[in-house]
């Protein structure tokens, strides 16, 4: 195992790891998932350098894409969820409520 790949592994693992156990706040849960997209984002782009094909080079930039997407979605309803409920802890939030 190089340190390149040890290192994005353990990113990704970190941010598993701090999704699955600390999840009391929205803003946390939401931190983590952008480390585990920077982690993606990380391992595609060595993984195109590595194998020196143009036919991976636009994956690392799509996936980034969709992880500013992911972000801004995610910090507006952060933001609709302080509104109506006045914190953003996750142990508030009910998927059974209207």
Known sequence: MTPAHFAFSSAFMLGLAGLAFHRTHFLSAL????GLM???FIALSLWALQFDTMNSAALP?????FSACEAGAGLALLVA?????????LQNLS????
């Open 31 to 34: 931190l983590c998932l952008e």
């Open 81 to 89: 969820t302080t509104r109506t409920h006045s914190n953003n802890r």
């Open 95 to 98: 998927l059974l409520q209207c």
């Open 38 to 40: 920077l982690s993606l």
């Open 61 to 65: 930039m799509i996936l980034l894409a």
